[in-house]
């Protein structure tokens, strides 16, 4: 029983992966589609959002088969806890990454505007902490995933600089509202995807320590 229920755990261990590698494509292309205004790209990103539904949806059925046939415990029980939790956090992350696909879309489609905010420096800090959430999963790294949760203060700083500086440029350039509108939402999804990160950088230190650390910073 224990060397079946190992092998499952190596499984869905490698289905997470396969996860975490579909869902950071995702954000990567929909940040590129927002960048260069490519309508293919987004379409693209919106198009595999079902694939990730189902891979979701699949590992949790895993995960609670796994516990309702093996009662695992100590670790292994930590692991597939921490497994459902990251699931849904990276299904959120790619819902996300399709709202920014769609902006995109409808940027594609209006008249180029210069951004009133480094909207590069945003985008990359978030591809930055999911990539780093999901290497200190893979490498079950408590340090490296502590410095994810450090990073979300700078995402949220930049987030509200941004919100300013369009709001600013609303009021100058009006008929430009719906394409400024479309940007602060970027913004305000990358944002929420920065948290999503944290989350899985919580959840990572964890599976690690056993230690709940949300809420307390």
Wanted: aromatic share 4%.
């Amino acid at each position: 029983m224990a060397v079946h229920l190992q092998r499952e755990i190596g499984s869905l261990k490698n289905r997470m992966l396969s996860l975490c590698a579909l869902v950071e494509e995702d954000l990567r292309q929909a940040v590129q589609a927002v960048d260069r205004r490519d309508p293919t790209l987004a379409r693209q990103v919106i198009a595999r959002d079902l694939q990730v539904d189902h891979e979701e949806v699949s590992i949790e059925e895993e995960c609670l088969k796994l516990l309702a046939l093996h009662q695992p415990v100590a670790n292994d029980l930590r692991f597939i806890v921490a497994v459902l939790k990251l699931n849904n956090d990276l299904e959120r992350i790619a819902d996300l990454a399709v709202n920014i696909a769609e902006r995109a879309l409808f940027l594609s489609s209006q008249t180029p505007l210069d951004i009133p905010y480094d909207f590069s420096a945003i985008a990359e800090k978030t591809q930055a902490m999911l990539r780093q959430s999901i290497d200190a999963l893979i490498n079950r790294d408590a340090d490296l995933a502590r410095q994810v949760g450090l990073a979300d203060d700078e995402v949220d700083a930049i987030n509200r600089e941004a919100f300013n500086r369009v709001t600013s440029m609303i009021k100058s350039h009006p008929d430009d509202l719906d394409s400024l509108i479309a940007l602060l939402s970027v913004s305000r999804y990358l944002e929420r995807i920065a948290d999503h990160a944290s989350n899985i950088a919580e959840d990572v230190i964890y599976l690690i320590e056993g230690k709940i650390i949300r809420h307390q910073h």
